[in-house]
């Protein structure tokens, strides 16, 4: 009976929380209430969705994770950006990207993260979940693009998850 | 509203346009469907950015307080751009769009 009273997801529940109190104009007592039951409510209906609760080990890394990826995103937007004005053409590839991760939200964080980051966009998962196909838009070798998601992305998500 | 506030919103609107401008020259230029994906996906994430910036810069110094909503747009862009990105790709290669000839390797079949 209490299982119903309970927040059987605590993270998302306190990232709904926060949007919501964002969303509103303001903390005020309405949207605390609001909130509250919005950040009890949604993980309860959603709850079937998620087959396995997602086990982060370390979240206190995710805050360098993401400011390193936002300082990725900016760096080669410029890069993306010159190779669209030049009149050379790009070199574009698929890429098989070997994945050393496991578990399936780590996956779909380097997915997304690949996606976000200029140059590349993850395209298909393999049915077995170890290979990324990628799309690179300029790349001089494969081994170059894998490395270098390997060092920036996917070890930090490793020492995150496992 | 102070000088500086100005100036600082005039830069990023400038910069984010620009950048937005770029995408939409990328998606004109790039010369298939896959590498055409990349333009558009690249000139939402710096260029929404900057422009985020420039509002939240403009509605706290015109209201008083810090006014945080706007990052929630660019929060959700950046959750559902790499899904829609995805999704593009699969059902690409699904109905096995063609690819630049100097495109390395291929799409899988599986």
């Known amino acids: 009976m209490f299982d119903r009273l309970s927040f059987p997801q605590p993270w998302l529940s306190w990232v709904l929380f926060l949007t919501w109190q964002i969303l509103s104009d303001g ?3 309405g949207s ?3 909130g509250l039951i919005l950040a009890w409510l949604i993980p309860q209906l959603t709850h079937g969705f998620w087959p396995e609760r997602p086990g982060f080990v370390k979240p206190w890394r995710m805050p360098a994770y993401i400011l390193r990826v936002l300082k990725d995103i900016v760096v080669a937007s410029f890069s993306v950006a010159w190779l669209i004005l030049s009149p050379r053409s790009p070199r574009p590839a698929f890429i098989s990207y070997p994945l050393k991760l496991e578990h399936p939200l780590a996956i779909s964080i380097l997915a997304s993260t690949i996606s976000l980051t200029p140059g590349t966009v993850s395209a298909d998962i393999s049915d077995d979940n170890k290979t ?5 838009l300029d790349a001089t070798s494969d081994q170059e693009v894998i490395d270098a998601i390997h060092n920036s992305y996917e070890k930090p998500l490793m020492e995150m998850f496992q | ?28 230029r790039l010369p298939d469907f896959y590498t055409r ?14 422009i985020m910036f420039s509002s939240v810069i403009y509605f706290s110094s015109v209201d008083q307080g810090i006014d945080f909503s706007e990052v929630l747009i660019t929060v959700f862009l950046f959750m559902t751009a790499p899904v829609s990105a995805n999704m593009l790709a699969k059902a690409a290669m699904h109905i096995g769009v063609e690819t630049v000839k100097d495109t390395e390797g291929g799409p899988w079949h599986q």
């Open chain 1, 27 to 29: 903390v005020s007592g």
């Open chain 1, 32 to 34: 605390v209430v609001l």
């Open chain 1, 132 to 136: 990324l196909l990628i799309h690179a």
């Open chain 2, 1 to 28: 509203m102070s000088l500086f506030a100005e100036y600082a919103i005039s830069a990023l609107l400038l910069f984010g346009g620009g950048f937005t401008l770029v995408g939409a020259i990328g998606l004109a």
């Open chain 2, 37 to 50: 994906l990349h333009g558009p996906t690249k000139a939402t994430t710096v260029g929404v950015g900057a």
